[in-house]
């Protein structure tokens, strides 16, 4: 049995727990390497203090990105569709939304966002400013996907369908949508996980998130690494299952074309 080389068509599992230990412990020797050389002491238990506060927090995170993700795979998909739409007002809003959101700073956008738009509109709650400013900024990136994904489908499918009879919504339903999810599934799951890591920025509104609850006990107990390094593993911890799930829905939705 080869522990390194995988062989097609052989369920080769060993070989892949062995190179995934293999990795896991190479990680692992360079994080011991770097942190024996800095001489850092850890002080875990200041973390116990704060640990509701983490944990609201993280809920905070969990919930906030759950809606953003929602509502931002619902404007990339009107947006995306918009900007060959046969609507002229419509196609050239979807273009200026991309342009504009894609070309400008997320936290450009935060500051704007909070301190003009939703004040004049007498939008106080901070957790939906939140939830309203990052799907708006994902959405954008997710428009440009989908319209890649569509725009990728030859023609000859189009005017096939056509030939068939199919109107232009069942053209979408049964021929472009299906192939379009298995194409642009990598790169929604990229975003998707930007879209939850991004979301940190919103502690500069004070939303308290997760980054904010790490800011805090940095700032009171100056326990920079006991704060931050749960927090890395708590976003790990939300992007993982993303990742899982597209690899899934990869296999899953995979047709022949």
């Known amino acids: 049995m080869n522990l390194?080389?995988?062989?097609?068509?052989?369920?080769?599992?060993?070989?892949?727990?062995?190179?995934?230990?293999?990795?896991?412990?190479?990680?692992?020797?360079?994080?011991?390497?770097?942190?024996?050389?800095?001489?850092?002491?850890?002080?875990?238990?200041?973390?116990?203090?704060?640990?509701?506060?983490?944990?609201?927090?993280?809920?905070?995170?969990?919930?906030?990105?759950?809606?953003?993700?929602?509502?931002?795979?619902?404007?990339?998909?009107?947006?995306?569709?918009?900007?060959?739409?046969?609507?002229?007002?419509?196609?050239?809003?979807?273009?200026?939304?991309?342009?504009?959101?894609?070309?400008?700073?997320?936290l450009v956008q935060i500051l704007i966002f909070f301190y003009v738009i939703a004040n004049a509109a007498g939008l106080n709650n901070r957790f939906v400013v939140g939830v309203l400013i990052m799907a708006l900024f994902s959405g954008a990136y997710i428009a440009e996907i989908i319209r890649g994904g569509v725009e990728s489908i030859a023609a000859s499918q189009l005017e096939s369908a056509r030939s068939l009879g199919f109107t232009p919504a069942q053209t979408y339903i049964y021929v472009i949508f299906p192939q379009v999810i298995t194409r642009i599934l990598p790169s929604l799951a990229g975003q998707l996980a930007s879209l939850i890591k991004d979301s940190s920025l919103l502690s500069v509104i004070a939303i308290k998130e997760f980054t904010m609850a790490a800011r805090e006990m940095n700032a009171n107990t100056f326990s920079t690494m006991e704060a931050y390094i749960p927090l890395a593993i708590g976003y790990l911890l939300l992007t993982l299952p993303i990742s899982r799930l597209t690899r899934y829905l990869e296999k899953r939705f995979s047709y022949e074309t």
């Open 4 to 106: 390194i080389k995988d062989t097609e068509n052989l369920n080769n599992r060993k070989g892949h727990a062995f190179s995934m230990v293999v990795v896991i412990l190479l990680l692992a020797a360079v994080f011991w390497y770097g942190f024996s050389r800095l001489g850092y002491r850890f002080a875990w238990e200041t973390i116990y203090n704060y640990r509701i506060n983490f944990l609201k927090g993280y809920g905070t995170t969990l919930l906030l990105s759950l809606f953003a993700l929602i509502l931002s795979l619902f404007l990339g998909t009107l947006f995306g569709l918009g900007q060959s739409s046969r609507i002229l007002p419509l196609r050239y809003l979807s273009r200026f939304y991309v342009e504009l959101i894609r070309g400008t700073p997320l």
